[in-house]
């Protein structure tokens, strides 16, 4: 089977709207592309397996993570791709900003760097992580993966601790990259203010204290 060296792993949940635009997109770059579908009930599901398109559907709901890990496992099962680009399907991401992580392809771990962010706990995570780890963003959405890399992670920490095993592995390398990010269209799949805030938290108490 023929090796190809990245694909786009996209997790969705209800989110039509901007992921029609997003695969259409990718579709004509010629991009592979696979869709985790989160047991969405809106016209997510009119969508059909295509050239390059790949699409697995939860038979029920498990999560932004579980859905990222469902797709890492069955990645890594076909074996024909060498890095995993993670994007996100609400419209915050670039598709134009695909190409920056080309150039990259000699790294592990390479996270797009967000311009803004949406939460002041996330600039502080950020800070906090670089400080630590000489690594922003650890919560960005858009990063690739080379499959060497690929851990078991908390399904509770947004794959923080996935980054952090990453960048203290002494024989894998990592970088960021700087990404543009736009309005992201509707409300976020992650939860309410408070219950993603206290997530947030979570995540800062374990990367100061762990």
């Known amino acids: ?67 990222l890990k469902k797709g890492f496992e069955y990645i890594k099962k076909i074996k024909v791709f060498s890095h995993i680009i993670t994007f996100d399907a609400d419209g915050e991401h670039k598709i134009t900003d695909l190409k920056k992580f080309n150039k990259f392809l000699n790294y592990d771990l390479v996270i797009g760097k967000r311009d803004k962010t949406n939460r002041i706990l ?19 959405g858009f990063k690739m993966y080379s499959l060497r890399a690929l851990y078991n992670f908390n399904k509770d920490l947004y794959l923080t601790d996935l980054t952090k095993k990453i960048v203290k592995n002494k024989r894998l390398n990592f970088i960021n990259i700087n990404i543009n990010t736009q309005k992201r269209k509707g409300d976020p799949k992650v939860g309410g203010s408070c219950k993603v805030n206290l997530k947030l938290i979570k995540i800062l108490n374990y990367i100061i204290f762990n």
């Open 1 to 67: 089977m023929e090796k190809y060296k990245i694909v786009i792993l996209i997790p969705a949940r209800n989110e039509f709207k901007t992921l029609n635009i997003i695969l259409n997109r990718l579709i004509k770059k010629n991009y592979y592309i696979l869709l985790v579908d989160d047991a969405s009930n809106d016209d997510t599901l009119k969508i059909k397996y295509q050239k390059n398109l790949i699409i697995l559907r939860n038979k029920k709901k498990i999560g932004y993570e579980n859905t």
């Open 122 to 140: 996330e600039r502080i995570i950020s800070y906090v992580f670089f400080k630590k780890y000489k690594l922003y963003d650890p919560l960005s």
